[in-house]
């Protein structure tokens, strides 16, 4: 069954650091860039970061110099390393395609930051 998985959330200080894990179907990876979302209680879901198959990457302002995206094409995995955390961090992340994605969503990963 084609599927995303996400890991790597958990309960952390603010000022510390997470490092999430997806792994996503080689049919996801043909495409050419993969990204992270997030969405936080009672917010949309948004963008966080996507880098393509080139290792360009693209961040939304709030986690600049902060967040890390990285991809291993040889294992279909995408990571988000994530420092410097911040209560308004929170959320649960997904990882799916980008700009369009694709019509199915996994479970998403939890952070919680506690300040």
């Known amino acids: 069954q084609v599927q995303l998985v996400e890991s790597g959330g958990g309960l952390v200080q603010a000022g510390g650091s997470l490092r999430l894990s997806c792994v996503a179907p080689?049919?996801?990876?043909?495409?050419?860039?993969m990204a992270w979302y997030r969405q936080a209680s009672g917010k949309q879901r948004e963008l966080v970061a996507a880098i393509n198959s080139g290792g360009s990457t693209k961040y939304v302002d709030s986690v600049k110099g902060r967040f890390t995206i990285s991809r291993d094409n040889a294992k279909n995995t995408v990571y988000l390393q994530m420092n410097s955390l911040k209560p308004e961090d929170a959320a649960v992340y997904y990882c799916?395609?980008?700009?369009?994605?694709?019509?199915?969503w996994g479970k998403g990963t939890l952070v919680t930051v506690a300040s």
């Open positions: 080689g049919s996801a990876f043909s495409i050419n860039y």
């Open positions: 799916n395609t980008w700009p369009g994605t694709m019509n199915y």
